[in-house]
Nanobody, 120 residues
């Protein structure tokens, strides 16, 4: 019900925009967020936004480089990633739930993930 897309391979310093489209139900009243998981590492919080957009949260590692925003009319959330670094390489997942949480266990709905690879 959550379909992530937009991943790819870029060089360090480049940009990518990820999209996560919801289908089957309306997520306009849900918080939506992004997590990532690198090989051999736990899934970590990246960014999230409340349903109204009034609360936005970012991991320190991406603050100032990434921006999360949503279009409720399109039932879609985006993650604009600028100034990408090799350490941003991971599978990126979108998620939805009633509230914003930095803990993956706080999210009920998950997309399938999209690979982002940043080369130096």
């Amino acid at each position: 019900q959550l379909q992530a897309s937009g991943g790819g391979s870029v060089q360090a310093g480049g940009s990518l925009r990820l999209s996560c489209a919801a289908s089957g139900r309306t997520f306009s009243s849900y918080a939506m967020g992004w997590f990532r998981q690198a090989p051999g590492k736990d899934r970590e919080f990246v960014a999230a936004e409340s349903w109204s957009g009034g609360i936005t949260s970012y991991a320190d590692s991406v603050k100032g480089r990434f921006a999360v925003f949503r279009d409720n009319a399109k039932n879609t959330i985006y993650l604009q990633m600028n100034s990408l670094k090799p350490e941003d390489t991971a599978v990126y997942y979108c998620a939805a739930d009633l509230g914003v949480s930095r803990n993956p266990e706080g999210w009920s709905y998950w997309g399938q993930g999209t690979q982002v690879t940043v080369s130096s």
